[in-house]
């Protein structure tokens, strides 16, 4: 299985980015899929999650900017960044949990993409 990131890039202060996160290989179904980020010098951070039937959770630093989707059938997610800060500069990386054609569980990260937020 294979996930490839795409969509960062080098934005102003409130401009707007999309991210995409492709997921490749022998997947049954995805069962979850999670953005996190890693800016320099700082954890790894959730920044947003959804299940295939759209529950979808944020973090507090991007609530009302950010919004997520998954679309089940292309076993594709999306992130959508509005209004971008400084702070919000970092190298994102897709998480997708899944099931294999033999039900098993399991993991996958994307290679990230670097956002960066600067006029």
């Known amino acids: 299985v294979q996930l490839q990131a795409s969509g960062g890039g080098v934005v102003q202060p409130g401009g707007s980015l999309r991210l995409s996160c492709a997921a490749s290989?022998?997947?049954?179904?995805?069962?979850?899929l999670t953005w996190y980020r890693q800016a320099p010098g700082e954890q790894r951070e959730v920044v947003a999650g959804?299940?295939?039937?759209?529950?979808?959770n944020y973090a507090d630093s991007v609530k009302g900017r950010f919004t997520i989707s998954i679309d089940n059938a292309k076993n594709m997610g999306n992130l959508q960044m509005n209004n971008l800060k400084p702070e919000d500069t970092a190298v994102y990386y897709c998480?997708?949990?899944?099931?294999?054609?033999?039900?098993?569980?399991?993991?996958?990260w994307g290679q990230g993409t670097l956002v960066t937020v600067s006029s």
């Open positions: 998480n997708v949990r899944f099931r294999d054609y033999l039900f098993r569980e399991i993991q996958a």
């Open positions: 290989g022998r997947i049954f179904d995805i069962r979850a």
């Open positions: 959804i299940t295939p039937g759209g529950t979808a």
